[in-house]
């Protein structure tokens, strides 16, 4: 692969762009194609049967595993529409198959209002592993652990001090619409409007003993952060990362304020100038869009108790 490749976005189709890449050139991918579910694309057919999407989604999956190195990490965002087709396909259909590390829920608020079904409010982050050598799993990653319950809720001098991994749920709650901000929430229960009767998350709890970065042009932008705890667990600095969908170029914008290479896909040409803009004004180093803080989820607290509210 020529430098040239590296650390641009490309205008054109993915699976013809890929093909110009070398086999094993590429340690993580992400991609969040079309979910084949009507979206108004300019350039793109959201609305396929269902066998046509399927076949198309394996000539560019087969590309992306090509690319990757043994070993290397490939993460698929998809809708429930075609989550089981995409999963049975890489994990059973693939030859040689991927490896299914984790099956993680995004569940966002606001989202998609239903008349005929419960609303949309999450969406699937398959994360696949390619055979033939180690993946990589930074689960040291202070950027990536959070706060135990033990720290935050009862101040437990017993709880690890580095935090624990995250569960395979994220929670990312707006904040004020004059910050537009994300924030990582740590439990189900302190997301206000979340996990109501009417949405299509529904959380039950276990029994036990104890957005200043919206782009304003791109319908379907992902939250920074999030693409951050992906880039950061399944990466290392200068590691090359996949988009080949790259819409927004969140991904490619992730990856460079990490501190990794990039190469990212995007057929429609006025996406992929605004994506390349966003990419020019950006610097190695510099903080992603949002907030990771997770106290933001801390439960109100006095020496270490839960306080009593009021009841109403």
């Known amino acids: 692969m020529s430098r040239e490749s590296f650390d641009r976005l490309h205008v054109g189709d993915c699976v013809e762009g890929m093909a110009g890449l070398p086999e094993g ?15 108004r694309y300019d350039t793109y057919d959201d609305k396929r049967d269902w066998r046509e999407y399927v076949d198309w989604c394996r000539t560019w999956i087969e590309e992306v595993v090509r690319v990757l190195k043994p070993g290397g990490t490939f ?14 396909l890489c994990t059973r259909q693939l ?6 590390r ?15 079904k419960f609303s949309r409010s999450h969406a699937h982050l398959f994360h696949f592993v390619k055979e033939g050598g ?4 930074n689960a040291d990653d202070p950027a990536v652990r959070v706060p135990s319950a033990r720290q935050l809720v009862y101040a437990d001098k017993r709880a690890n001090p580095r935090g624990r991994l995250p569960d395979d749920t994220w929670i990312m709650l707006p904040g004020p619409d004059e910050e537009r901000l994300e924030r990582w929430l740590l439990r189900p229960q302190d997301a206000p409007d979340g996990f109501d009767p009417g949405g299509d998350v529904w959380y039950f709890p ?8 919206r782009a304003g042009w791109h319908g379907c932008q992902m939250p920074e952060q999030l693409l951050g705890r992906i880039v950061r667990v399944s990466s290392h600095e200068g590691d090359v990362v996949l988009d080949p969908f790259a819409g927004s170029g969140t991904t490619l914008a992730v990856a460079k304020k990490l501190g990794r290479r990039y190469v990212g896909y995007e057929m429609d040409e006025g996406y992929a100038e605004r994506a390349t803009a966003r990419l020019a004004e950006i610097a190695v180093g510099d903080e992603l869009s949002g907030t990771a803080d997770p106290l933001v989820s801390a439960p109100s607290t006095a020496n270490g108790r839960r306080r009593k509210t009021k009841a109403v």
């Open 25 to 39: 050139s590429v340690d993580l991918a992400f991609a969040d194609p079309p979910y084949n579910i009507g979206y």
């Open 75 to 88: 993460w698929l965002a998809i809708g429930d529409e075609h989550a089981a087709d995409l999963k049975y």
């Open 95 to 100: 030859d040689p198959p991927l490896t299914c």
């Open 102 to 116: 984790s099956w993680v829920i995004w569940y966002y608020t606001f989202g998609v209002n239903c008349k005929a």
């Open 134 to 137: 180690e993946y990589t799993f």
């Open 206 to 213: 276990r029994v036990n003993g104890t957005f200043d970065e």
